[in-house]
């Protein structure tokens, strides 16, 4: 049976999601009405550009922490929405698809770049000390590697 959830925790978890999702909408919004991109759409082109401009798609849907057929909707968009990004299979195997960064998606990542850092500065980072942040990014990184993303996971429901 689930333990009651503690005063404390039931905060924590409430102002992170909240901080969560004004973070992100603010960060959505301002990418779609400056840039006609998603933020989904800008985490595709940023995961690729950090492996190198191509990935697997199931090593990138995993990064992407989506489903493997969210990430072939999601790559298809930016295929045929601005050419962003193609998908290519391989002699070596066929049955391996990568999408490969192209250099109008690292054009639409370069364009990006100054807007995230804006709205992540100005909703995110501003508001607290450089010691804050370090904590804070521990804290969330022992939360996302005690919570793994797969649908094998039981909470004792």
């Given amino acids: 049976m689930p333990t009651t959830m503690s005063a404390e925790q039931l905060g924590a978890w409430r102002a992170m999601y909240?901080?969560?999702?004004?973070?992100?909408t603010h960060l959505d919004n301002t990418l779609r009405s400056r840039l006609k991109m998603g933020y989904f759409e800008h985490e595709v082109l940023r995961t690729l550009d950090q492996a190198g401009g191509r990935l697997r798609m199931a090593p990138l849907a995993e990064q992407l922490m989506i489903s493997r057929s969210g990430?072939?909707?999601l790559v298809g968009k930016l295929e045929d929405k601005d050419g962003w990004v193609v998908r290519r299979n391989t002699p070596e195997d066929r049955r391996a698809t990568w999408a490969e960064l192209t250099p109008a998606g690292r054009e639409a990542l370069t364009a990006a770049q100054p807007v995230v850092e804006a709205v992540v500065s100005t909703f995110f980072a501003d508001h607290v000390s450089d010691e804050d942040l370090r904590r804070a990014s521990r804290i969330l990184d022992v939360l996302a590697d005690a919570n793994p993303n797969d649908d094998g996971f039981d909470c004792g429901l």
């Fill in 18 to 24: 909240r901080a969560d999702t004004l973070l992100f």
């Fill in 71 to 73: 990430c072939t909707r």
